[in-house]
């Protein structure tokens, strides 16, 4: 059987899901602006912010360090704590999700592939102490991933641990720190190397939304012992395949040219619905992707615009009982994305029993493999009956290789659409304000910051009476 | 100090936000509807599916019952497994994210409230064998929740579980199941009674989405420990204060009359923006509840409409770094609601450190508690810069009474705004669809199944153009 992960968009179409689908014109219409959308994609290839797109191709080497010091850590180590946010934390837990145990973190030392791993993406205080509760120092790794070393909270967490295993450990500390960050930019190389710290480099042309398939997430995979190689040679497999600019031969273009019609006609939504419990946070990597790519204000000519499509995170069949109801019966907002699983990687069989309820006697003898399949096609059909846009992306199986080409096939449908929109879609200009803003209510000192807090007084005195 | 919840609405206001909010000359105009809206919801207080009005005041009994048999399973079991779907999963995961340790179910027994709690919300394969690997059945109870007993998720699940019960426990593997139910209708009291389970009811006029404060959402709660007295008080408390019909008194009319004004003014979505790990499932919660409620195509009069707005999931600080850029530049679509925690049960101070880090340097001697509002309070600022509609919830503290009066505010939110947008807020004949759907792609023989697996003949052909 093949391992390729397969689209088909035939609900989007009007053909198939009438008048409120696309029509077969309006796609004919666009192929010369999705060529030229490929070409742009193609001359930015490895240049500037697009070095992830060397990834599947430049790692030879790296993969072979990655695995040398993840075969280290697994022998000494029995927890592995990701301090990271963004970029750094959402593609490590989506792989994790996606191809270790459902309750890997529970499971006896034996049966776990690597040991537990804690991927920690917020600063609230109770999240710190309640991390604290369920790790021994002694046996725990803590890999720092940023960037530039000026992420605030993924700064103050190292500040956090660093102090704690110090006190805990002695001058042992330093060999439970793994530092992933920029090679030449930044403050945290500097610190790295200064102290002496494990490191591994985050290339230059990889933003944080586009960094799973480089150190940022290929350590922690290889640490649970997930095959990164197969998942690096499952990118490459989806970069082949898109290499040609003939959208009906390139499954991201084609996607790429229908979610922007589909934005054309009042779809301000994409609604990611994976029916496996693996690929959930799958759906909350790809919210970072989309959201952060292409909610832009600006397009490259300097237009104001305010372009971008809100990600939502379902989960089959789960939100069938959650957000269906609004899916089929609410405004036509929306375009809605079935993850499918043709193979799952465990069978769960239905005895048979409730001999007076017709409906559940049903199912005895059958399975929960069969019944989750028949409820995303009945699902699907109810969609298709409310004229709802969809596509499925089928997985042949939950696996390493088709995990990569998923991977990678966002990242270029987000590339050729933040083309089709004529934005930047590689910079996030919008997170500034906050930071600065942030540091200001804090009282940081400097010109720009001091600035901000005057600037934050001049808002309207908020009114009493909207205030109960 | 105050444990009551308060909500600030000057971020919705054109007076404070601009001319993309509200004007205080709408909100006005509104006051009539809001006072109709109010009296309808008040009609039909404990009427038809309102029963959920009377849970703050009709549980003394109940509440006894619960704590009773919750003491008795905290004595003799280490797992409890809560096997249901939508409403009867979304509410006890949300209320145990909020009142229990953030790695509950990983510490050791004497430092947990109670048994490691799973809650089964799905019927992917692989999940169930994942479960059975981390749980003895012979110190495991089982929680059947479904109101008629037909949902094909749950029965599937209570089949799986009461044949592997029977195999490892032989005559004594009723103890292990708790059943909640309805009283008098559908086939799982039947069941029930036959075969002697403990039982636990849901009162007739209490929904899915309702039915976080009856049996359904308190009895594992119960069981791991949280004040279920506290939280229905704080229902009472939020009931209490909704009781008038004056929008600057009621701050759930008034959220209600906003919200309706926001999507009539293009917000056709609502981020839910918890600052605060542990109020992270109170977002997917009110997922349910929006989405199902308003998500509607037919109005009280027969007219055919397609209201709802769809509601968003998201985490403060984490989606600072994957949502922001977006919602600060992307279109003007949406209202967010941040949740605010006045005061967190942990401090976590930052040590200094970073010496060459001036921005990191600064956090030294401050804390996390400080850091999280005041990146709040930055992406607040953010998003007032840019002209976006938001609104603040404080919670003087995370504890059972406000978690009992949010749960109840948002309930009541839901329930005027169904009433203005003049739509059954209680029912989900959206859902049915699916469910024949998936039964007669199952096989399933009725004259319904086999009629609507000839219709789903009828469907276009998929063309084999559009699977790449």
Redesign the interface.
């Known amino acids: 059987m093949s391992n390729q992960i397969?689209?088909?968009?035939?609900a989007?179409?009007a053909?198939?899901v009438g008048p409120k689908g696309i029509a077969r014109a309006e796609l004919d219409a666009m192929i010369p602006e999705l060529k030229k959308a490929h070409a742009a994609v193609e001359a930015g290839r490895g240049v500037d912010m697009q070095g992830w797109m060397d990834l599947p191709y430049n790692q030879q080497e790296i993969l072979a360090r990655i695995e040398a010091a993840a075969a280290r850590i697994r022998k000494e180590f029995d927890a592995f704590v990701v301090l990271g946010?963004?970029?750094s934390?959402?593609g490590p837990a989506a792989v994790q999700q996606a191809l270790n145990?459902?309750?890997y973190?529970?499971?006896p030392a034996e049966?776990r592939g690597g040991p537990r791993l804690y991927i920690e993406?917020?600063?609230?205080?109770?999240?710190?102490?309640?991390?604290m509760?369920?790790i021994d120092l002694k046996t725990t790794c803590f890999n720092v991933i940023t960037k530039s070393?000026?992420t605030?909270?993924t700064?103050?967490q190292?500040?956090?641990v660093?102090?704690a295993l110090k006190a805990a450990l002695g001058d042992e500390w330093k060999k439970h720190i793994l530092i992933t960050t920029s090679e030449k930019k930044g403050?945290l190389i500097?610190?790295a190397q200064r102290e002496g710290f494990e490191t591994f480099y985050i290339p230059d042309g990889v933003g944080?939304r586009f960094s799973e398939l480089c150190p940022v997430g290929l350590i922690a995979a290889a640490v649970t012992g997930i095959d990164i190689r197969a998942m690096v040679a499952g990118a490459k497999e989806m970069d082949q395949r898109c290499k040609t600019d003939d959208a009906?031969?390139?499954?991201a273009l084609?996607d790429a040219g229908l979610m922007f019609l589909a934005m054309k006609k009042g779809a301000?939504?994409s609604v990611m619905m994976p029916?496996?419990?693996?690929l959930k946070l799958m759906a909350?990597w790809y919210?970072?992707l989309w959201?952060?790519s292409?909610?832009?204000?600006v397009t490259l000519d300097g237009k104001p615009c305010?372009?971008?499509?809100?990600p939502?995170?379902t989960?089959g069949?789960?939100d069938?009982?959650?957000?269906?109801?609004?899916?089929?019966?609410?405004?036509?907002?929306?375009v809605i994305t079935f993850l499918k699983v043709e193979k799952?990687?465990?069978?769960?069989?239905?005895?048979?029993?409730?001999d007076?309820?017709p409906?559940?006697a049903?199912?005895?003898g059958?399975?929960?493999?069969?019944?989750?399949e028949?409820?995303r096609?009945?699902?699907e059909?109810?969609l298709?009956?409310?004229q709802r846009m969809c596509q499925t992306i089928t997985l042949p199986e939950v696996n390493a290789g088709t995990i990569g080409q998923l991977l990678y096939f966002f990242e270029l449908v987000t590339a050729y659409t933040g083309a089709l929109l004529n934005i930047n879609t590689f910079n996030?200009?919008?997170?500034e304000?906050?930071?600065?803003?942030?540091?200001?209510?804090?009282g940081?000192d400097s010109e720009v910051h001091t600035a901000k807090r005057e600037e934050?007084k001049n808002?309207?005195a908020?009114?009493a009476?909207?205030?109960?």
Chains 1, 2 share one sequence.
């Open positions: 397969r689209l088909d968009v035939n989007m179409m053909e198939y946010i963004g970029g934390a959402l145990h459902l309750h973190n529970e499971l049966k993406d917020n600063i609230d205080p109770e999240r710190m102490a309640a991390l509760d369920v070393g000026g605030a909270e700064m103050s190292y500040l956090i660093t102090d403050f500097k610190i944080g009906f031969a390139n499954p084609l301000n939504m029916y496996a419990d693996s909350d919210a970072q959201a952060e292409l909610g832009k204000n305010n372009a971008g499509q809100t939502i995170k989960l069949v789960t069938q009982h959650s957000q269906l109801q609004l899916y089929t019966e609410g405004p036509y907002d929306k799952f990687r465990a069978t769960t069989p239905i005895p048979h029993g409730c007076d309820i409906t559940i049903f199912l005895g059958k399975s929960h493999n069969q019944l989750i028949a409820e096609q009945g699902t059909y109810a298709f009956k409310a996030q200009p919008g997170v304000e906050s930071k600065i803003a942030a540091y200001a209510v804090m940081y934050m808002r309207p908020p009114k009476e909207y205030i109960l």
